[in-house]
C-alpha cells in the first residue's frame, strides 16, 4: 500500500481569543495547551471482575498560551490581569477559544479567567512568557486537518 499524505498543519492558521483579545506572538514549540481537569468517566471492579463506570460531570480544564515576551498581547493580558485582581466582584470572566483554521480541532469555554500571570524571566535569548486561564466549561472537539 502506497503512503498518503493525510494533511497539512498550518500554525499560522491556528486561533486564539481571550475575551476581546485575539492572541498574536506566540513562542516556538507546543505554544498551546489544552486540557480536562478529570477524565471523562471513573470506574470501579468488584470483587468478581465486573465494572462500573461513573460519568464525570466535572467539564473545567484549563488553556495555556506561550507568548514570546516581546508580544504585545502580553501587555493587553496583562491588562486583564490588572483589572481582575483589583475588582472584588470576580470579573473579568470571559469567554476563550482555539481555533485550528485549517482543520477541524475547536476548544472553547464561555468561562475563563486567568489562573496565574507569567513568571518573569530576562537573559541573553528572548524568553516565553506562560499564560494559565482556568475555564469553568471547556469543551474539546479534536478534528483533523
Known amino acids: 500500500m502506497a503512503a498518503e499524505l493525510t494533511g497539512t ?12 483579545v485575539l492572541i498574536s506572538g506566540f513562542s516556538d514549540g507546543d505554544a498551546i495547551t ?6 471523562l468517566y471513573t470506574s470501579k471492579v468488584g470483587i468478581d471482575g465486573g ?13 495555556e498560551i506561550k507568548l514570546l515576551q516581546t508580544s504585545k498581547v502580553n501587555d493587553e493580558l496583562s491588562d486583564l490581569f490588572y483589572v481582575d485582581n483589583f475588582n472584588e466582584d470576580g470579573s473579568p470572566v470571559l469567554p476563550i477559544s482555539v481555533t485550528d483554521g485549517n482543520g477541524r ?4 469555554a464561555g468561562h475563563a479567567w486567568l489562573k496565574a500571570v ?24 479534536v478534528g483533523g486537518n
Open 51 to 63: 465494572v462500573a463506570r461513573v460519568r464525570n460531570a466535572n467539564k473545567s480544564g484549563s488553556i
Open 105 to 108: 480541532t475547536l476548544c472553547s
Open 9 to 20: 498543519y498550518k500554525g499560522d492558521q491556528v486561533f486564539v481569543t481571550v475575551g476581546p
Open 34 to 39: 489544552v486540557k480536562r481537569a478529570e477524565g
Open 118 to 141: 507569567p513568571d518573569v524571566s530576562f537573559g541573553k535569548d528572548v524568553s516565553d512568557r506562560l499564560w494559565a486561564f482556568e475555564c469553568a466549561d471547556l469543551k474539546i472537539y
